[in-house]
């Protein structure tokens, strides 16, 4: 599987952590090096790590980077210099739920520490990062054993944006459950489309499902509508940033749009995530921050290509909200749910 987050430990005994630089796939294989919490943070703010189970991990390590980096002469109290840690990090992508579940999860470690820490209490936060990865991959594929069982047993698979192992820890959401269901003997074909403006459909996703010899087809964001009026898309399967208790979810920007054609042509429509992609602290979906991101996405193909005139007017929000009723079911590692069995599952 496709490692996106990595934890080494330098000959001098230090920690850091390296982050596939996915804004240069598929056309280079780089890595960022984070040594520090505000080296992740901007690795997770620049798309370096995207994503919603990623970025949580990707803060978790952040959060451990940056006890690495306390210094007891700086005349700042531990707890108050991992709050500081926590909020840097908690800014960078507001929408994507698991951000913050991580740095909560992170925090009931450091926080006991108080006034000071020894480097043992350091090392156990990067072993809980880790922790935190690997449960990502085991719920994933708990989760794609669930989804796959909802396709039959020749499927043609419609996807958006990225949801797989780039995304996530590994084996991915959206696509753990295509790759479950080939890995169940299911004839999958899949078709991604490219996921404007970032083209994470495009870069991400097609690159991952060819490494893994998946049929894929690529298609432009607007070519959904036909290819479900000709009958070739058996269901649309996506990820989610952000589920709130009533069962609206946000995901991708386009998303929307999907599943409103997926309930015009009787297809059906799911959400694979995992549990802890779930506020149930938000009622409904118009309750969630929407981030919204560079005109230059927009304007622009990659750093330098302008494809639309200066000056003129941008509107980028990086997600949209699929409201409750436009979706089947969601899939989490707990089982499969309709939308409104959410709200019951409250902790």
């Given at each position: 599987?496709?490692?996106?987050?990595?934890?080494?430990?330098t000959?001098?005994n230090r920690h850091e952590v390296?982050?596939?630089?996915?804004?240069?796939?598929?056309l280079?294989?780089e890595?960022v090096v984070?040594s520090d919490h505000l080296e992740?943070?901007?690795?997770i703010?620049?798309m370096v790590?995207?994503?919603a189970?990623?970025?949580?991990?990707?803060?978790?390590?952040g959060?451990?980077?940056?006890?690495?980096?306390?210094?007891?002469d700086?005349?700042?109290?531990y707890?108050?210099?991992?709050?500081?840690?926590?909020?840097?990090?908690?800014?960078t992508?507001?929408?994507?739920?698991?951000?913050?579940?991580?740095?909560?999860?992170?925090?009931?470690?450091w926080?006991?520490?108080s006034d000071?820490?020894?480097p043992?209490?350091?090392?156990l936060?990067?072993?809980e990062?880790?922790?935190i990865k690997?449960?990502?991959?085991?719920?994933n594929?708990a989760?794609?054993?669930?989804g796959?069982?909802?396709?039959p047993?020749?499927?043609?698979?419609?996807?958006h944006?990225?949801?797989?192992?780039?995304?996530?820890?590994?084996f991915g959401t959206a696509l753990?459950v295509?790759?479950?269901?080939?890995?169940?003997?299911?004839?999958i074909?899949?078709?991604?489309?490219?996921?404007?403006?970032?083209?994470?459909?495009?870069r991400l996703?097609a690159?991952?499902?060819?490494e893994d010899?998946?049929?894929?087809?690529l298609?432009?964001d607007g070519?959904?509508?036909?290819?479900?009026?000709k009958?070739?898309?058996d269901?649309?399967?996506?990820?989610a940033?952000r589920?709130t208790?009533?069962?609206?979810?946000?995901?991708?920007?386009?998303t929307?749009?999907?599943?409103?054609?997926?309930?015009?042509h009787?297809?059906?429509?799911?959400?694979a995530?995992?549990f802890s992609?779930?506020d149930?602290?938000?009622?409904?979906g118009?309750?969630?921050?929407?981030?919204e991101?560079?005109?230059?996405?927009?304007?622009?193909i990659?750093?330098?290509i302008?494809?639309a005139?200066?000056g003129v007017?941008v509107?980028n929000p990086?997600?949209d909200?699929t409201p409750?009723?436009?979706i089947?079911?969601?899939?989490?590692?707990?089982?499969?749910?309709k939308p409104?069995?959410?709200r019951?599952?409250a902790?």
């Amino acid at each position: 599987m496709i490692d996106a987050v990595r934890w080494v430990r330098t000959p001098e005994n230090r920690h850091e952590v390296h982050v596939l630089d996915q804004r240069l796939l598929p056309l280079r294989t780089e890595f960022v090096v984070c040594s520090d919490h505000l080296e992740m943070a901007s690795s997770i703010r620049d798309m370096v790590v995207r994503g919603a189970p990623a970025i949580g991990i990707a803060a978790a390590f952040g959060v451990a980077l940056g006890s690495q980096s306390f210094r007891a002469d700086a005349g700042i109290p531990y707890s108050d210099y991992m709050e500081g840690v926590s909020r840097i990090l908690g800014e960078t992508r507001p929408t994507a739920v698991n951000l913050f579940w991580a740095l909560n999860r992170m925090k009931a470690l450091w926080f006991p520490e108080s006034d000071s820490v020894l480097p043992a209490g350091t090392e156990l936060l990067f072993q809980e990062a880790q922790h935190i990865k690997e449960e990502d991959v085991r719920l994933n594929m708990a989760m794609g054993d669930h989804g796959q069982r909802l396709l039959p047993e020749t499927c043609t698979v419609l996807t958006h944006c990225n949801a797989g192992a780039l995304a996530t820890g590994g084996f991915g959401t959206a696509l753990g459950v295509i790759r479950a269901a080939v890995g169940a003997g299911k004839i999958i074909r899949v078709f991604a489309d490219e996921t404007r403006p970032y083209l994470q459909g495009a870069r991400l996703t097609a690159y991952e499902l060819m490494e893994d010899g998946i049929p894929t087809t690529l298609i432009t964001d607007g070519m959904g509508a036909s290819l479900m009026a000709k009958k070739k898309i058996d269901a649309v399967i996506v990820g989610a940033d952000r589920v709130t208790s009533n069962g609206d979810v946000a995901n991708k920007i386009g998303t929307y749009g999907l599943a409103v054609l997926s309930r015009a042509h009787g297809i059906p429509f799911y959400v694979a995530a995992p549990f802890s992609t779930i506020d149930f602290s938000l009622s409904s979906g118009d309750r969630i921050p929407i981030e919204e991101r560079s005109p230059d996405e927009v304007t622009h193909i990659g750093p330098d290509i302008r494809i639309a005139p200066e000056g003129v007017s941008v509107y980028n929000p990086a997600f949209d909200v699929t409201p409750a009723e436009y979706i089947t079911a969601i899939i989490t590692e707990k089982g499969v749910f309709k939308p409104s069995e959410i709200r019951s599952m409250a902790p």
